[in-house]
């Protein structure tokens, strides 16, 4: 699976969002230079991802987008498949865009695939936008204490 610019895009800013969850609304504009996303690329992303239930929006001079629920309530699988469609390798081993094929019951190369997949949805599908501010901390304070060794050294 290769994940494209659009699914890459939109995971910055569902994680920009998420770490701002208690703030609210939030203009694309402050999510477009903080993450570096082209403005008009992001709003196609986030009306995407607001059709699909993700992000609320609001109009107006204070509008702006915020998370549709809790960033614990939000899997990253879920904001890829709104982007891209499946996340299958192939599709004879996709659930969302299926497509037979008439080596199916016995293709080895078939039951690798499904392995692929269950494995990358495994993780997509629990990994939440609360797991990933807490990484984003995580990585934000190792980077601090290098920096602080750094200087030491």
Known sequence: MKLSKK????????????????KGTLQIKEIST??????????????????AGMLNSKMGLKGGYELARSPDLITLGEVIRALDGAIAPVDCVSKMSYKPCSEEVTCVIRS????????ITDVLDTMT??????RAKESLERKENNDVLTYVI
């Open 7 to 22: 699914s890459d895009y939109a995971l910055r800013a569902m994680i920009y969002l998420a770490m701002n969850y208690q």
């Open 34 to 51: 903080k993450e570096k996303i082209p403005q008009k690329f992001l709003e196609n992303i986030l009306l995407t991802l607001r059709k």
């Open 112 to 119: 690798v695939m499904m392995d692929v997949r269950n494995a």
């Open 129 to 134: 936008f609360a797991d990933m501010c807490k």
